[in-house]
């Protein structure tokens, strides 16, 4: 079952989901949050910012593995995950920076990568509440639309759609990379909760397909009915299809 919350807007979206992470941070102080990039949850990182800044929020205890990140660009470039993290989020709390995990975008050695992260998100001994956002095809992390649902930490050719996605973020469309490392659809499934966001007119489609469709790896965020645990926060805008 996925539970699902309409909210007004971006801003009504991006505070229910704060809440319901700041209150995982409280009720367990050594959490292990799963986190996505992307613009949807920058609102959500703000405000979670903004309260830490207040003394309401600790992260000191606070572990963090990430979905997902380019293979090939290196922590400095402004379109890495690693970077987006940081300037984002990490850099503005308390979190122990040894505690927080990425995939390795520069381990070109694409099996050894997805091993040793295999291990990492293994290690964490289970995600407490695991973060994500949908992109138009219905991805998560980057588990575009498949045969089948991949399993572990993979190492994936980003679809045409994806990449032109993603093209305003860098110089031009042959700048974008075409691999990318991220947690497969077992790793996200193992988390105790899940919280996906979503926002805006161009996520209706989906949305309508997410919640009126079959469990598909066609949507692999359709897997998201048979969690125990799922919740969708999404705007009206998001939902407008539903
Ligand atoms: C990001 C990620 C992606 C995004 C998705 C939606 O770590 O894994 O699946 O969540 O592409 O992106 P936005 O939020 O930019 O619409």
Known sequence: MLKVVRTRDYDDMSRKAANVISAQVILKPDSVLGLATGSTPLGIYRTLIGWYQKGD????????????????????????????????????????????HLPDGMNMDAEGECARYHQVVESMGGIDLQLLGIGNNGHIGFNEPAEDFA????????????????????????????????????????????????????????????????????????????????????????????
């Not at 402004?78 to 503005?92: I, L, P, T, V």
């Not at 994806?162 to 469309?173: G, P, Q």
């Open 57 to 100: 929020l600790d992260f000191a205890h606070v572990r963090s593995v990430n979905l997902d990140e380019y293979q090939g660009l290196p922590r400095e470039h402004d379109q890495s995950y690693y970077y987006f993290m940081n300037e984002n989020f990490f850099k503005h709390i308390n979190i122990d920076p040894e505690q927080t």
């Open 151 to 242: 399993e572990r930490v993979h190492c994936v050719e980003l679809t045409e759609s994806t990449i032109r996605a993603n093209a305003r973020f860098f110089a031009s469309e042959a700048d974008v990379p075409r691999y990318a490392y991220t947690m497969g659809i077992g790793e996200i499934m193992s988390a105790k909760r899940v919280l996906i966001v979503a926002s805006g007119k161009a996520k209706a489609p989906i949305l309508r397909d997410l919640i009126h469709g079959p469990v598909t790896p066609h949507v692999p965020a359709s897997i998201l009915k048979f969690h125990p645990d799922a919740t969708l926060i999404a705007d009206e805008d998001a939902l407008s299809l539903v």
